[in-house]
């Protein structure tokens, strides 16, 4: 099977999800290229186009941004315009075999959606929008929040700034809505977050939407003990803690969440003092915002930039908080699943997928802090023998429903004869 996949970027940041769906499919024999912008990667198999225009655009698309989109609040939007960079003609120049499947990831100021159409036409090959957030069934939003206006047609957009711009997503909604169902194309959703909100989007593609979780090898994240992640990692750690990884990149930022985390511990940390002996929260990264209740052990390991130790910080843990509140994923659901450590989390993206309540973390059954705080107490109250009990039964989830191989498979039966496509 051959795949071409077209990503602003490759593996940096949020094109990783790209990336790692490239690679897995390289894993299992497929003949799998990636087209993008921003090159990070030292893969012979990822193509990079020319930088010059795709910079101009990306300079006038921050200043659009800046100056015409709101930004900030309890509901932040993240609104970004599709536009061309002109590198149509550059990737039919540097990619000459007929794709049995094309996979759009993020593409902003690179290809606009005419271009994909174009694209699709001269390839002759399916088109799927691997959504890994609402943008691509929407104005341009890549979060609605509790705007509903995506599921009509994005009229009146509370994302813009001023009455005269309030009109360009409805403009944008309708071009997106018309190229769609002039190409052979299908929405392919990582979580049920994404398809609850894909299948109430005004916009439909052509081919209907399927289902892919993106895919974690196996052999990359697993169970190990901490010795062993403290020697990759070197972190002090109170001895005897139980660790609990908070899994969140910007403390900052109001999709993540983290405020319920904080005010969680704070209610516990009140009401249940005795349950916060002997733990540690461990965090990555610039934390400076964080401010946890006094008497909780709160460890910090600054940014990894090798991508080869971050395996190991969820070998650190015992347990993993996902607090995200307006989420598609995110994909370290999926990895410390995958390497043996539950998870608490709102039922919020990837988290209805995985976890099941009390077999692979626990779901919290709201989003509200009190209802946080439970799902933490029920970790906090295991004694070790249903701790072990509960890692083992993680892992076990993770090895049925995101292995490399689960999300290969997925996009394999998209190109099948037995597929709705052929």
Not at 103 to 115: K, M, N, Q
């Amino acid at each position: 099977m051959k795949i071409l996949h077209l990503s602003t970027g490759d593996s940096k940041g949020a094109f990783f999800g790209a990336y790692r769906t490239h690679t897995n499919l390289k894993k299992y024999g497929h003949e799998s290229s990636m087209c993008v912008v921003e090159k990070t990667s030292h893969d012979k198999d990822v193509i990079e186009l020319s930088q010059n225009k795709r910079k101009i655009f990306s300079i006038f698309g921050r200043l659009m941004r800046r100056f015409f989109v709101r930004r900030g609040g309890p509901e932040d939007k993240i609104y970004l315009i599709y536009n061309t960079t002109f590198s149509v003609s550059e990737i039919f120049k540097k990619y000459r075999t007929k794709p049995d499947l094309i996979i759009v990831y993020f593409v902003a100021d690179y290809l606009s959606d005419h271009d994909i159409l174009k694209i699709q036409k001269h390839y002759g090959c399916p088109v799927a929008f691997y959504l890994m957030d609402a943008a691509m069934f929407t104005g341009g939003c890549h979060y609605p929040w509790h705007c509903e206006g995506y599921k009509v047609d994005c009229d009146n957009c509370p994302a813009m700034k001023y009455p005269e711009l309030i009109k360009l997503p409805k403009n944008i909604f309708h071009k997106r809505k018309k190229y769609y169902m002039q190409m052979d194309c299908f929405f392919l959703s990582a979580s049920k977050w994404l398809d609850d909100r894909c299948e109430s989007s005004g916009i439909k593609a052509k081919l209907g939407i399927k289902k892919a979780i993106i895919g974690i090898d196996e052999q990359i994240f697993k169970p190990r003990t901490k010795v062993v992640a403290n020697d990759i990692i070197d972190v002090q750690i109170p001895a005897g803690n139980r660790v609990i990884f908070l899994g969140a990149q910007s403390l900052s930022d109001p999709r993540k969440g983290v405020k319920y985390v904080l005010d969680a511990l704070a209610f516990i940390r009140k009401n249940f003092p005795n349950l916060l002996t002997g733990v540690s929260i461990l965090t990555v990264g610039d934390q400076a915002q964080a401010t946890l209740p006094e008497g909780i052990s709160f460890v910090n390991i600054g940014f990894i930039h090798d991508k080869d130790k971050y395996p190991y910080l969820y070998n650190l843990a015992d347990g993993f908080i996902c607090p995200s509140i307006e989420d598609a994923g995110p994909m370290m659901i999926n990895e410390a699943l995958m390497s043996g450590v539950p998870v608490m989390a709102f039922k919020v993206g990837v988290a209805e997928d995985l976890i099941v309540d009390r077999i692979s973390g626990f779901l919290a059954d709201s989003i509200t802090t009190k209802a946080l705080a439970n799902s933490i107490m029920e970790f906090l109250k295991l004694d070790d023998p249903s701790l072990a009990a509960l890692k083992e039964s993680s892992r076990q989830m993770a090895l049925q429903r995101c292995t490399s191989q689960c999300q290969v498979k997925a996009i394999e039966s998209l190109v099948s004869n037995q597929s709705p496509l052929a």
